[in-house]
């Protein structure tokens, strides 16, 4: 039963009031994109064993999306932060590679 | 193989079992093998009998990192069904129920296959109309099922309530040749047949690499070290990222939490197997007597196999409603089961990037019941170098193509 | 036999007698008494059979752990099986019943099983039963089932007396065990000011120090416990509860507790259960040990107990098991049963300790005071079948050879102490093997850890392996110190208690009794009571290559019992490492799950039953449907008139008289529930045209335009009509069940994806009823309230206005969903059913009728409009549905259009929308396929076309269907065959989808 901390209303939130949305940081492909792109856009995943970027929706509470990195085997939340970004914030890389030194995940560590 | 029979038991009786031999031999790798299978799971091992019983292909290893039928093989709901609405769902899922029910007697195991008869619930009239479309398709596919009404439900499954407030039951999709089997002994009576035609079953042994050369596989690194074969069969379900990691591709899949339960044991009070999927719920009850409920998922990547309590919480809600008396049992045991859920969810059973290495994954919720129809496919697919029947539509060119086999027609409601 | 005392029970109060029935027979117990006590104390030893041979069965323990001692209770609505009464409060007028045996406990059939044990060793069933294949379904495994099962099903007509609830809670440390180590952990964490939950599963502190004995600061630990209770219970940072057990822990610090409110006193008023939902920062396991059985022949006959039961019964409830109890032992602990026993002046015979050089300070007592110590034996065989009459002793280090038989009835044993793990292994706490001690104790290098990644669990006491007493609070001490901490508070006073034990000489190890039993006595050395697995069958498991703990559980069922294997795990465990030849720890532990005991399921649902299962939304026009015949439909989670039924008309007759009034003259539609979503801002029209398949930019204002909506993955999500409000406004109607989804959906593409654009959405939809006026007479209805302009020329169709109506604040949408004169009216939802009254009075001169969704579905099926959800199934992409034109071409991107670009989306050979009509005028079914000729590999046959909507239209009269066919537009006049659920087929025509009022007529006056 995860708790996570909705970086808008500041809520530490529960499982029950939250909405998993999936990998976080993905490009949109639209038109003219090339057909491995948009796949790989809409369905593959990283889905590791370890260190996760993902989207969550208060969904319950203030409705708004942010995203989380969390460890989907010991399910530890290294933070949460806004949903209006492209990459992970510096602080968060931080806080996972005091945690999980020599971390990657895609083109991120 | 000593085989197995009343007779066998009573000649052992007379000396305390001190004969029976072992169910699968004690295996060392060999250097190579024409073929290895990844998973030593209901799958992985179909897919190795049937690669010795179809095709003749017997110097084959099966490698598992913990122990045989360990992972979502043993910590299931046990339900087999077919009913499916897509063509290529309801012939693999056919093909698997179809073997199953002479399953015994091939393997010379009794893996209890009890074709008790499945019901799935119709309670809002967008399932009347979905489960009738269903068996419209089911007649053509040659899956033998049947919408039935509320009374005839009442009739098969006494201790349902007909008319509960906020779901009613308005009818249901009737597979009568649907039921359960005996999950753990699918595994070992697949292990103990392969063990007999030679195979080597390798526990504890875990992949840690694929070797390749020229875009074609050459074989696995293991922690029991390297092992060269000419075909790899990955078929490690709730790992497979990882693996095809190993193999250098990816795939549309994400792995989350099932959630399942049982009561405490009673005596017989139903002897169907029921799916709820409004209420996201599915129950039967076991041989030994305890009903075994199986719950939805968690919405997030999850490997730690355990779950969440409020999926528990709502199916045991939901179901009250509808069997009021699960009211007065207990739950004796809740568990989680970590399942790969495919962009369509639908399984993937497909030749890779990389050649000569064939995957097998993907099956979401409903893997159980397709073992033997998946292995016989896998194992066709890797004897041959390309999908079958069986397997054609499951392929992972579908994603790019959007040719999706996707069986929640169920949209939504919308009026 | 079993019985009374003459004095003692320190839990019991024999002033208050208890009436109760077992089986039928009327027994009397005392206050305090458990069933299992009262029934003993009754001389009723035996109280039920086993699940696999159905031999007889006694309490084994006195606890929480009782494999055997399992009870049908109590009567109709109130009547639960698989009680365990050793843990059942005894109260007056309590019935209950033993299980699993036919036709009697003393006279069962199925006791024939034990006889048969021979051939009916672990995991026979998967060699027998083989052939012939027909013989499994009809034959054996119906007599399995039948034979299998333990208590009695609850009747399945009857609804649960009982209510439930559940409890939130939020707590600095929850300490889980209210035994000295819980009572002193709560105490020095409480004493940082911490908040502190306290949760004990039975109805008494202390948990078994005051049978054990000890003193504590220099008084009986009995007294300690209750003072240590009083300053708990005076200091305000500290809940305390009884009856309440630690159910399961999970992540991030989630704990369910299981509060068992009237179990106890079923007549008191309220709850029944209590489930607690508790989210702890820190999280005390102070849950205590179990005692092991030892496996020798004959363990589980009845009046073999563990000694700490033995003792418990004697000193907690004055009740003896036998008036001669043989102890046997691997330890000194056992000793202080025999004390104990000798004591309250019964007779120890003997005290058979496996160690070679006996114990240490508390043997020596016993000799004092004139007990026979046996050292280095064993019991080679319990004789006896219904009760013990005595034990055949041999040498532990032998075969079994006999040396001497000592008559008694009782034996009390002891295989050593395993610490309680279950609530500190849930969440991921790893275990090690304690070769000293002979148990598992957590491995603190390897705690559960939470969403910091810190350690959130930490064990105390003997729970955490320290089994002496003065051990036990230092170790519960420094727990309730570190859980305070960890949670943010100082520890003031960490004042350590001292306590005053006997010293306890090492355990043995013992496995096996004799060392070396021979297979006939290792075929009667139970290791799981209940459901009959011994000795040997653990042994085969191991020889027949089952080597792994998980496969030898899941081949013998060891441990799968309703006690979840407490007394047989670790027993199992090592009797399987002793045949691998490996050692314990290399085996490995199996996987504690949750509950720690089994939880009723009544506790699970909660207030959450019957007509609060879940919420009903109702329209603000619910009550008057509710007055007028309505026949509901549950949508969603929203109820709508499927049809209103007056008396003497079947629900079609209904159906089609709306249709007909409606067509014919003037129909009312509740359109309340339709999705109403506000988008609003400088990018508003930017947005919405990424989000519809067509421009809605371009939309003027004051004008409506059909929309629809894919996922970027392709496939038709939703649909509606969206009207411009104002330059930067727009109203975007959405499908029944679609509101929340859409604009979720909105908001999902505005927060993750588009966060620059500068748009506002508001779900709006219960801001308003929304009224369809419909038929050829709506508009003279309109005019008749009067106050706004609704001719054909200041509203045409597809327009909207904002005005008073009849007094009324509304907007009126010219829309039609039907192919009539049609206006939706908006008004403010208080203002709803005011509004909707007065169009049905108004409206009576012209017949007004209300209509419900099936008329809806009839009417728009006629003129060929799609219903998501029924042409539409999460496959179906627009341009099979002939909306090409609702597609832009001109628009840059939209959601879904990459998609549609996809190969199988591009394929010409794609199933289309068309209409179909029987040849003999029949309806055709529901989702029925049309077959094509052949069959593909898998032998299936082959489709060309399916129905997606299909009705008896009054108005044409006769049958009307919506399909999906392939190449179906460029197919018509075409006759298919389509499949009835009869296995015959029926011919349809391809035809328009359009079958009323093709050119629009009607709507367009």
Not at chain 1, 56 to 68: N, T
């Amino acid at each position: 039963m995860l708790i996570l901390t909705c970086p808008y209303c500041g809520v530490k939130a529960e499982e029950t009031e939250l909405h998993g949305g999936g990998e976080a940081h993905l490009t949109r492909f639209g038109p003219e994109s090339s057909d491995e792109a948009f796949e790989g856009y809409l369905f593959q995943r990283e889905n590791p064993k370890g260190v996760h970027f993902e989207r969550w929706r208060h969904a319950q509470g203030c409705g708004k999306w942010f995203h989380a990195a969390r460890c989907t085997v010991t399910l530890e939340v290294f933070g949460t932060y806004s949903a209006q970004t492209s990459e992970p914030p510096q602080n968060i890389r931080d806080a996972i590679s005091a945690k999980r030194p020599g971390w990657t995940w895609r083109s991120f560590a | 193989m000593k085989r197995y029979s009343t007779f066998a038991i009573a000649r052992e009786a007379l000396r305390h079992h001190t004969g029976w031999e072992r169910a699968w031999r004690k295996a060392t790798p060999k250097k190579k093998y024409d073929v290895v299978i990844v998973g030593a799971g209901g799958h992985g091992l179909a897919t190795a009998y049937y690669l010795g019983k179809n095709h003749g292909i017997r110097n084959v290893a099966i490698l598992e990192k913990g122990w045989l039928g360990g992972g979502n093989t043993g910590r299931n709901t046990t339900i087999i069904r077919s009913n499916y609405l897509q063509d290529p769902s309801a012939a693999i899922y056919e093909k698997a129920r179809s073997l199953y029910e002479t399953m015994s007697q091939d393997l010379n195991y009794n893996v209890m296959f009890s074709p008790r008869g499945l019901l799935m619930l119709a309670q809002t009239h967008h399932e009347v109309r979905g489960y009738e479309r269903t068996a419209h398709a089911n007649a053509l596919q040659g899956v033998d099922t049947q919408f039935i009404g509320p009374q005839k439900v009442k009739e098969l499954c006494p201790i349902i309530r007909l008319d509960g407030p906020r779901y009613p039951v308005l009818g249901a999709l009737y597979q009568a040749r649907g039921g359960t089997a005996r999950h753990d002994a699918v595994a070992w009576g697949y292990a103990r047949a392969c063990s007999d035609m030679g195979m080597d079953i390798i526990q504890q042994c875990e992949v840690t690499g694929v070797r390749s050369d020229g875009g074609k596989v050459r074989g696995v690194s293991t922690t029991l070290g390297e092992i060269d074969c000419d075909k790899l069969g990955i078929v490690v379900a709730g790992h497979s990222g990882v693996l095809a990691e190993m193999a250098g591709f990816r795939l549309p899949i994400e792995s989350v939490a099932l959630q399942a339960l049982v009561s405490e044991p009673i005596k017989p009070a139903m002897d169907v197997v029921i799916m709820a999927n409004t209420v996201h719920g599915y129950m039967s009850q076991s041989d030994k007597g305890e009903m075994v409920i199986g719950g939805g998922t968690d919405g997030y990547n999850n490997y730690t196999q355990r779950g969440s309590f409020q999926h528990i919480e709502e199916t045991v809600r939901s179901l009250i409603e509808t069997f009021p008396m699960l009211s007065r049992l207990k739950m004796l045991r809740q568990w989680g089961g970590i399942v790969d859920v495919t962009g369509d969810r639908s399984p993937i059973l497909s030749k890779t990037p990389l050649g000569n290495c064939f995957i097998n994954c993907g099956w979401g919720t409903g893997g159980f019941k397709a073992i033997p129809g998946s292995g016989w496919a896998t194992a066709e697919m890797i004897a041959q170098g390309e999908p079958g029947p069986l397997a054609a539509a499951f392929g992972l060119e579908r994603f790019r193509e959007g040719r999706f086999i996707d069986e929640s027609v169920a949209a939504g409601v919308a009026h | 036999m079993s019985t009374r005392l003459a004095t003692g029970g320190r839990l019991t109060d024999r002033s208050k007698q208890v009436k109760f029935q077992f089986n039928g027979q009327h027994m009397r117990g005392v206050a305090g008494d458990t069933l299992a006590s009262a029934l003993l104390a009754n001389g009723q030893l035996m109280m039920g059979r086993s699940f696999k041979y159905h031999r007889p069965r006694g309490p084994v323990a006195s606890g929480a752990e009782e494999p055997n001692a399992l009870v049908n209770l109590g009567k109709g609505a109130r009547f639960e099986p698989n009680q365990r009464a050793t843990t059942t409060e005894l109260f007056d007028g309590l019935t209950a019943s033993s299980q699993n045996h036919w036709p009697s406990l003393q006279f069962d059939i199925g006791g024939i099983n034990t006889h048969l044990s021979r051939v009916l060793p672990a995991g026979f069933y998967y060699k027998m039963f083989i052939h012939p294949r027909p013989l499994w379904k009809h034959v054996y495994e119906p007599f399995i089932r039948r034979s299998a099962g333990l208590g009695a099903a609850p009747d399945a007509e009857t609804v649960d007396g009982d209510t439930y609830e559940h409890f939130y809670a939020f707590t600095d440390v929850l300490v889980l065990g209210g035994g000295v180590a819980g009572l002193q952990a709560a105490l020095t964490a409480a004493s940082s000011g911490a908040q502190v939950l306290l949760l004990e599963q039975n109805a008494h502190w202390g948990g078994r120090t005051p049978v054990d004995g000890g003193e504590i600061d220099g008084k009986p630990a009995a007294v300690w416990i209750s003072d240590t209770v009083q300053a708990l219970e005076a200091m305000e940072n500290v809940t305390l509860r009884l009856r309440t057990m630690g159910a399961g822990v999970y992540d991030h610090g989630y704990v369910l507790g299981y509060e068992r409110l009237t179990d106890h006193a079923p007549e008191t008023p309220g709850p029944r259960h209590r489930l607690w939902r508790i989210r702890a920062q820190q999280i005390v396991t102070a849950t205590g040990a179990i005692e092991r059985p030892l496996s020798f022949a004959g363990n589980d006959v009845p009046g073999v107990l563990l000694a700490s039961a033995v003792r418990d019964y004697v000193v907690n409830y004055g009740v003896s098991i036998g008036d001669r109890t043989v102890v046997v032992t691997n330890n000194d602990d056992a000793y202080r049963t025999a004390i104990c026993l000798h004591e309250h002046g019964l007779t120890v015979p003997a005290i058979i300790d496996a160690r070679q050089n006996g114990g240490g300070a508390l043997m020596a007592q016993a000799e004092a005071l004139g007990i026979k110590v046996l050292k280095g034996r064993a019991i080679a065989k319990v004789k006896g079948s219904r009760k013990v009459t005595g034990v055949a002793i041999c040498a532990q280090a032998g075969e079994g050879g006999v040396l001497d038989v000592i008559p008694c009835d009782a034996v009390a044993m002891s295989g050593g102490w395993s610490p309680v793990v279950h609530l500190w292994s849930h969440c991921g706490g790893k275990l090690t093997w304690d070769d000293t001690n002979v148990f598992f104790r957590p491995d603190l290098a390897k705690a559960p850890t939470s969403h910091d990644g810190a350690p959130f669990v930490i064990p105390a006491g003997a729970a955490n392996g320290h089994m002496h007493l003065g051990a036990t609070l230092t170790d519960a001490t420094t727990a309730g110190s570190s859980a305070a901490s960890a949670a943010g508070h100082q520890p003031r006073s960490t004042v350590l208690p001292k306590a005053v034990a006997e010293a306890e000489a090492a355990i043995m190890a013992v496995w096996l009794m004799p060392q070396g039993a021979t297979v006939a006595l290792r075929s009667k050395a139970w290791l799981d009571f209940q459901n009959d697995v011994k000795v040997s069958d653990i042994q085969l498991a191991a020889q027949e290559g089952y080597e792994s703990v998980e496969h030898a559980k899941r081949y013998t069922t060891l441990g799968m019992a309703t006690d979840q294997g407490k007394l047989s795990n670790i027993n199992g465990l090592a009797t399987l490492s002793a045949a691998l030849g490996e050692a314990i720890p290399a085996v490995g532990t199996t996987t504690f799950r949750p509950p720690y005991t089994p939880i009723s399921m009544g506790s699970i649902a909660g207030q959450a039953r019957g007509e609060i299962f879940q919420p009903v939304r109702q329209t603000p026009l619910h009550s008057w449907h509710e007055a007028h015949d309505v026949n509901w439909e549950p949508v969603g989670q929203w109820r709508r008139p499927y049809s209103f039924v007056r008396a003497g008309e079947t629900v079609e007759q209904s159906v089609h008289r709306e249709v007909t009034a409606t067509r014919d003259s003037l129909g009312l539609l509740d359109a309340s529930t339709l999705g109403k979503i506000i988008v609003k801002g400088p990018d508003a029209g930017k947005f919405l045209d990424m989000l519809y398949t067509n421009m809605m930019s371009t939309l003027p204002v004051g004008k409506c335009r059909y929309g629809l909506m894919c996922t970027e993955n392709g496939f038709l999500m939703d649909d509606g009509v969206v009207a411009r409000m104002s330059d930067d406004t727009w109203l975007c109607h959405t499908t029944t069940g679609g509101a929340e989804r859409i604009h979720a959906h909105m908001e999902e593409w505005l927060q993750t994806e588009w966060w620059d654009y500068k748009v506002w959405c508001a779900n709006v939809t219960e801001h308003y009823a929304q009224i369809a006026v419909v038929g050829p007479n709506a508009r003279k209805l309109l005019e008749k309230l009067g106050g706004m302009d609704v001719s054909r020329e200041t509203l045409p169709f597809m327009q909207w206005v904002e005005g008073t109506l009849g007094g009324f604040p509304v907007r009126i949408f010219r829309i039609s969903f039907s192919g009539e004169l049609s206006y939706e009216i908006a008004v403010p939802a208080s203002q709803g059913l005011a509004l909707w009254s007065r169009l049905h009075a108004d409206g009576a001169e012209w017949n007004a009728t209300p209509y419900g969704t099936e008329a809806l579905h009839i009417m728009r099926a006629e003129k060929g409009f799609i219903m998501i959800g029924d042409e539409t199934d999460g496959t179906v992409i627009p341009q099979d549905l002939g909306l090409s034109l609702a597609i832009s071409k001109k628009k840059a991107d939209y959601l879904g259009k990459r998609a549609h670009a996809r190969s199988h989306m591009t394929d010409p050979a794609r199933w289309q929308l068309v209409g179909l009509e029987t040849v003999d005028g029949s309806v055709l079914q529901d989702g029925a396929l049309a077959v094509a000729a052949g069959k593909n590999l898998n032998q299936q046959r082959h489709t060309q076309g399916r129905v997606t909507s299909t009705y008896h239209s009054p108005t044409l009269n006769k049958g009307i269907a919506m399909g999906l066919v392939l190449n179906g537009p460029d197919r018509m006049g075409e006759v298919l065959d389509f499949t009835k659920l009869d296995g015959t087929t029926v011919k349809a025509t391809i035809v328009s989808p359009v079958f009323f009022d093709p050119e629009g007529e009607k709507q367009n006056v």
